[in-house]
């Protein structure tokens, strides 16, 4: 028996994939009806679409190149695979960082260019001079980068990487023993090593350089990855006559996706994803300033069109609460061609619990081990209406498109001369979907505040359970039965088989059409 093929409960189509969905992969809650109504859709011109509410839960593999999907069940453990893997990463020296390839699994911390934000100059006392001209004064120099992406899998930290990174003048065998470094919350690490300069040199006043292009100097200055603490930081420096690039000033702003999003459920308990389209656009001209710009448009369109609904008139929304998860091709596959036709972008919107003080998440975010956050299914309610509110306006499309591509040219001065891929290209809403958060962390602190009385989703469906509602669902689940069973037989006569011989990391192949498929 090979898990995640039917087997023995259909001898004769024996390889088979077996898709098991659970009632809440496709119950959802609607907010106009007051009440939890089927996603399971058999009413469409080209028949049902498996979308993420029937993948979530396995692995699948989306092969472009033979226009086919390959489904595996999936624990969707996430602190226990990483637990697991990292024990395995243990057991077979991978922790061991000496001579590691790169290619090895367990991923660095990325961290942005230096910026110096105390000079040696800076930190010393220039007045010891006046009594001794010639000698050298002890000071220190401290340095700044922005946290690009965490480590994950025993990669080398943050701590690590400035360490192994650092150009400092001053950062000798002997300096680099005082040395200190930190990395904190928001998602800035800090380097302070010692220095010592000459009266002389203490005397020097710095210019800025305005020769060449700040960028081309000090690299890219965009804000970093969201952290626990549910802010991302950005480093803004300017070049001086010294060579180094100086800090200008450290910003941060709220995030609500990344590690905020894993932090706690009951912090960003809700996320919608949807996969835009732009036709003619070319994704390969994707740049960090086309990413911030479409963050700034799409944030600013939503924020506007949410506030005009009765009752939201105070959400807070913006950049920091959208990333894009992938930019590639759009291609239409018509027989056998894949003409290219612009650009796909999928992007998550993190939908936040506004109720929670920042205290409390950075309390979280210092102590993760603590339960500091906890919730109740039932006071998430509203955000699972705002939700669907969201992918409602998405999939309305209308005007909301028109003011995303005015946003866009709004906004074009992001770009900084750049390619703007958005030119001349419309948008397109192409799929939209939303997504209840799951990690292993907030779950354990929702189920701990649940215990406290509270109600939970399994007593709100007890309510909504009457005969009635009890009848539909029976006949919705005999509807879907009755269609799976024709999806197979179908599959047997049309599809190509893949039968797995020694090990089945993918239980089954079906044919992947048109169109971009739910992300699980």
Sequence with gaps: ETPGLVGNLDPSNSHDVLLAVPSDHYMEFSPMQNAYISRIYVTENTGGVLGANVLQGHDVLFDWENGRIGIARSLCEYETIMVEKEHELEQSGYLDRAGKDETALPVDCILSDASLSTSCLESVDSQQCNHEP????????????????????????????????????????????????????????????????????????????????????????????????????????????????????????????????????????????????????????????????????????????????PGKENIEFGPGDIRSLMVHPWKSTDGSTHAERGMKIIAEIGIYNSRISQSDILSQSEHPDDSIISCTELELVEYAKLALTINTILQDGGTFLQDLSDAFDFHKGILMGHTNVFEGSFPQILTSWTIKSVNSAGSKRMAEGLEDGAWSFGKIVEILSSAVFMSLLGYILLVFGAVSLIITHYEKKSLERFRPSTHASLSSIIRYEDGYPNTV
């Design 134 to 309: 010639n000698s050298k004064l002890a000071g220190f120099e401290v340095w700044k980068r922005v946290v690009r992406f965490p480590s994950s899998l025993g990669g080398l930290e943050c701590e690590e990487v400035a360490r192994r990174i650092s150009f400092s003048p001053y950062n000798n065998i002997d300096n680099v023993k005082q040395s200190h470094i930190g990395c904190n919350i928001f998602g800035v690490c800090q380097e302070e090593i010692p220095c010592s300069i000459s009266c002389d040199e203490a005397n020097r006043v710095y210019q800025a350089d305005l020769s060449g292009s700040i960028v081309d100097k000090c690299g890219d200055q965009f804000f970093g990855a969201c952290q626990t603490s549910c802010t991302q930081s950005r480093l803004t420096s300017i070049p001086m006559d010294d060579g180094n690039c100086h800090e200008e000033q450290v910003t941060t702003r709220p995030c609500h996706v990344g590690a905020c999003s894993r932090n706690s459920l009951c912090i960003v308990p809700f996320m919608v994803h949807a996969v835009f389209g732009f036709s003619g656009s070319d994704a390969t001209a994707w740049t960090r300033y086309t990413e911030e710009m479409f963050l700034v448009a799409l944030s600013q369109t939503l924020k506007a069109s949410i506030l005009t609904i």
